[in-house]
């Protein structure tokens, strides 16, 4: 792909990795991956907008390209908005489109709610922004699975084996209909979970998704979501871990924002439903730029 730009800024606890792709004339769109602790996609779709606008992606520190420091201070929600801000300065982004995926809608609200100048518009991609609810959507979930892969779940959780290959096998099982649903795994995603930061994961998060052990397990958003007054889309898949349910109620709490539902996707779009993830992300750019006044 033409016109990659890769580099390393240095923010609290290291340096981080960025790469921008594109050099199209609209307003930038910078992207906040998943995780607690995961990285940038190579072959995120969304790169294919780098025609129409820059399309920035850095992995978070603690993950990916970047430094990797083991002090679990670092950890909080509060260092990564802080992250996310000095991102922004080193790049000299005075305008841009925000999207967040995952654990990343969690921070993109979070640096939303410091009331940051600059930012056009917001997607939040397969929201978590109510940790105690995800879990609760998550248990919910398993419920529909046989008996012996809920058994293996709570067992392990209860017994700390969650290394464990049983453990490894039903959650195999769970993320193949709620994560990902293309089968088999495309090569990249088998290694990026293999990449993962678990001691980020696991400080922030907890052993799985099924329960919240971490810093993050009190994380609220919803009654701030108020707060957000710029455009707001929110987007999950049909059988996404981040429940169309949920979803829609995080859109209605946010002043005239829009909900959309890929129908054939869980928590991946952009892999699941590459082309339909950058036509509804074009499209809501594209619109919020020919807004009058814009």
């Not at 907008?49 to 929600?77: A, E, F, K, M």
């Not at 790049?91 to 489109?97: I, N, P, S, T, V």
């Not at 046989?146 to 700390?160: L, W």
């Not at 971490?214 to 108020?226: C, E, I, P, Q, S």
Request: net charge negative; proline share 6%; with cysteine.
């Amino acid at each position: 792909m033409e016109d990659v730009t890769v580099g390393h800024i240095e923010v609290n606890g290291g340096n981080v990795w960025y790469r921008i792709t594109g050099k199209g004339p609209g307003i930038p769109l910078l992207v906040l991956h998943g995780g607690p602790g995961s990285k940038s996609s190579d072959s995120d779709p969304l790169r294919q907008l780098g025609t129409d606008r820059p399309v920035i992606q850095y992995d978070q520190l603690g993950s990916g390209n970047s430094d990797r420091p083991t002090d679990n201070s670092l950890w909080t929600v509060e260092r990564f908005v802080e992250e996310l801000e000095q991102v922004v300065e080193a790049l000299g982004l005075e305008e841009f489109h925000l999207l967040g995926h995952s654990w990343g809608t969690m921070l993109a609200a979070s640096y939303l709610f410091k009331n940051p100048k600059g930012v056009r518009s917001v997607i939040f991609s397969g929201p978590a922004l109510d940790a105690q609810r995800w879990e609760r959507d998550q248990r919910n979930l398993l419920k529909e699975f046989p008996k012996d892969i809920q058994e293996t779940i709570e067992h392990s959780e209860r017994e700390g084996t969650t290394d464990s290959a049983e453990y490894n096998e039903a959650m195999t099982a769970y993320y193949k209909r709620h994560m990902c649903r293309v089968d088999p795994w495309p090569e990249e995603l088998v290694e990026d979970m293999k990449q993962m930061n678990h001691q980020v994961y696991n400080y922030m998060w907890g052993a799985s998704e099924f329960t919240v052990t971490g810093t993050l397990k009190h994380f609220d958003a919803t009654d701030r979501l108020g707060e957000i007054k710029i455009p707001a889309l929110f987007t999950c898949g049909r059988y996404d871990e981040a429940t169309p349910e949920a979803t829609e109620y995080y859109a209605g709490l946010v002043p005239d924002a829009e909900f959309h539902v890929f129908e054939n996707s869980s928590h991946m779009p952009g892999i699941e439903e590459p082309e339909a993830y950058v036509e509804v992300v074009r499209e809501w750019v594209n619109r919020q730029e020919m807004k009058p006044g814009a």
